[in-house]
Every structure is written in structure tokens, then in C-alpha cells.
């Protein structure tokens, strides 16, 4: 019975200039098509291919179970949540309204069906969502508040905090 010849990428762009000599899809997970040397390069033999949002995704990380590393800020879930909370509390402190924060507070707490998956994500991961808000409305608060932390200087060079605390 005989055998097919196998094809090649073909690609020319080699330091030789001679065509690539490597398998049909080396390297990559397509079967067919350039090889991973060569993917981007138009010369190659059988049409160019990018890497699909499905292959790029592979290399995010996912659920715990999947990742190689287990810890914090270890899926996705737990960075849509630091995300959101971290610029929701930023938002907040900026504009010194602290109310503004109780609407992530609901949902991170609540026991309501949040819409969209990444608010989803703050109600399975609400430790996430709640440090990182409160710090991003500190951060915002000091941060763009000169006056406050001047202030807060003062009253600790000055032994007003032992005071404070009687």
C-alpha cells in the first residue's frame, strides 16, 4: 500500500533560504498548515493560520484545578473580582463618595443572580472584591488628598494619636 508523501511547511523564510523542511503543523496543535517557525510568514505552504482565541486562552489561567499554581490571584474569577473591586474603591475614593461602593458590597454579600459573568465572579470570590475595594479607596483617598495626609502627620508628630487614644 503506498504511503502518501508527507507535506512540509514549505515556508521559504529559512536561513538558507531553502524551504522549510519541518512536518505540516510542527509544533502546533493544527494538524495542517505552517509550522509554528513559520505561522505568521505569507510564503508558507498551505494557508496561514493564526492562533485562535481558543489557543491563546489555553495559556490563561483557569480553575484552580488546571493551574500550576494554587494560591492568591491564582484563576480568573479572582482577578475579574480584585479588578473590579480595586477600580470600583479607586473610583470611589476619588469622587469621596464611599456610598458609591455599596452596590459591588450587595452583590459580593448578597445571595441575588448577578448579570454578567464577571460579576458573577465577584459574588463566588467576594474576599477578592472587597480588600481590593477598600484599598483602592484608600489609595485614591491618600493618594489625591495632600491635605489629609499632611494632617495625618501632624497629628502623629505632634503625640496627637496617644491623645486620640487616651
Same mark, same amino acid.
Given at each position: 500500500?503506498?504511503t502518501?508523501?508527507?507535506?512540509?511547511?514549505?515556508?521559504?523564510?529559512?536561513?538558507?533560504?531553502?524551504?522549510?523542511?519541518h512536518?505540516?503543523?510542527?509544533?502546533?496543535?493544527?494538524?495542517?498548515?505552517?509550522?509554528? *517557525?513559520?505561522?505568521d510568514?505569507?510564503?508558507?505552504?498551505?494557508?496561514?493560520?493564526?492562533?485562535s482565541w481558543? *489557543?491563546?486562552?489555553d495559556?490563561?489561567?483557569?480553575?484552580?484545578?488546571?493551574?500550576?499554581w494554587?494560591?492568591?490571584?491564582?484563576t480568573?474569577?479572582?482577578?475579574?473580582?480584585?479588578?473590579?473591586g480595586?477600580g470600583?474603591?479607586f473610583?470611589?475614593?476619588v469622587?469621596?463618595?464611599?456610598?458609591?461602593?455599596?452596590?459591588?458590597?450587595?452583590i459580593?454579600?448578597g445571595?441575588?443572580?448577578?448579570?454578567?459573568?464577571?460579576?458573577?465572579?465577584?459574588?463566588?470570590?467576594?474576599?477578592?472584591?472587597m480588600?481590593?475595594?477598600?484599598?483602592?479607596?484608600?489609595?485614591?483617598?491618600?493618594?489625591?488628598?495632600?491635605?489629609?495626609?499632611?494632617?495625618?502627620?501632624?497629628?502623629?508628630?505632634n503625640?496627637g494619636?496617644?491623645?486620640?487614644?487616651?
Open positions: 500500500m503506498p502518501q508523501p508527507q507535506q512540509v511547511c514549505g515556508s521559504t523564510d529559512t536561513e538558507s533560504g531553502d524551504p522549510c523542511q512536518p505540516e503543523g510542527w509544533g502546533r496543535s493544527a494538524e495542517t498548515g505552517p509550522c509554528l *517557525e513559520h505561522a510568514d505569507p510564503d508558507a505552504f498551505a494557508t496561514t493560520k493564526a492562533f481558543q *489557543e491563546w486562552r495559556f490563561l489561567p483557569t480553575k484552580v484545578e488546571e493551574g500550576d494554587r494560591g492568591l490571584l491564582s480568573r474569577g479572582e482577578w475579574h473580582a480584585a479588578g473590579i480595586l470600583l474603591g473610583a470611589a475614593g469622587a469621596a463618595r464611599p456610598e458609591a461602593m455599596l452596590g459591588l458590597a450587595f459580593a454579600i445571595e441575588s443572580e448577578a448579570q454578567g459573568k464577571q460579576l458573577r465572579d465577584v459574588a463566588r470570590e467576594p474576599a477578592y472584591a480588600v481590593a475595594m477598600v484599598a483602592g479607596y484608600l489609595a485614591a483617598g491618600f493618594g489625591f488628598r495632600p491635605v489629609a495626609i499632611e494632617r495625618l502627620v501632624r497629628l502623629l508628630n503625640g494619636l496617644t491623645r486620640l487614644l487616651g
